[in-house]
């Protein structure tokens, strides 16, 4: 079955703890990207790869780190997480640049205290 | 930039009624446009597309015209089903650029 994976689902933290939330997809997609969602702001993205070792900003980078070391996943790093990165997050892939359909992960919930 | 806005939520229904959500764009070029949807608790996931203008994408019922001279893509279902409350996304994307662009989504709750 054609997926994409996050982990963990859910994760309560404290401010400057440094966590990795990852991402995996089984479809074999060169581009992968994260995404936050909060309440009256859709979603933004974070962070795009558009290959292994190819990785570029989004629209809210600040805070976060991404890595590309292999096709089939893409984690997503919060070295000093802060209470403004409470949020929901997802992991998308897909087959090529935006015109393509994207496959989302179920999402992260993150909550920074 | 590119941008999206659709129509402010929550929508609330009843069963079997017709169902409009508004979207219009602003972008160069000749974006593909999107409508995902958003079951609760679940990520997004594709409702349908369309890539060029008047192209009409349609899936479950819903659908959708690609109207390049309003620069609109309303999403519309003739008969709404309890199964379809869920917060609905427009978005647009365009060949070459690695950034889909999402209006802030609209939630509908449909109610027996």
């Known amino acids: 079955e054609a997926q994409v994976t996050q982990n963990p689902r859910y994760l309560i933290t404290v401010t400057g703890k440094k966590l990795t939330v990852t991402c995996s997809q089984n479809m074999n997609h060169e581009y992968m990207s994260w995404y936050r969602q909060d309440p009256g702001l859709g979603l933004r993205q974070i962070y795009y790869s558009m290959n292994v070792e190819v990785t570029d900003k989004g629209d809210v980078p600040e805070g976060y780190k991404v890595s590309r070391k292999e096709k089939r996943n893409f984690p997503l790093i919060l070295e000093s997480p802060s209470p403004n990165q409470t949020s929901l997050y997802f992991c998308?892939?897909?087959?090529?640049?935006?015109?393509?359909?994207?496959?989302f992960g179920p999402g992260t919930r993150l909550t920074v205290t | 930039g590119d941008s999206v806005t659709q129509m402010e939520g929550p929508v609330t229904l009843s069963e079997e009624a017709f169902l409009t959500i508004n979207c219009t764009y602003t972008?160069?070029?000749?974006?593909?446009l999107f409508w995902y949807v958003q079951y609760p608790g679940e990520g997004l996931q594709l409702l349908l597309k369309?890539?060029?203008?008047?192209d009409k994408g349609s899936n479950k019922g819903f659908e959708a015209t690609y109207r390049k001279e309003t620069t609109s893509f309303h999403l519309e279902k003739g008969s709404v089903q309890v199964s379809d409350s869920a917060v609905y996304f427009c978005?647009?994307?365009?060949?070459?650029?690695?950034?889909?662009?999402f209006g802030k989504g609209t939630k509908l709750t449909v109610n027996p």
């Open positions: 978005a647009l994307g365009k060949g070459g650029s690695e950034k889909l662009v």
């Open positions: 998308a892939s897909s087959a090529g640049t935006a015109s393509y359909e994207q496959y």
């Open positions: 369309a890539t060029k203008a008047d």
């Open positions: 972008a160069t070029g000749y974006p593909s």
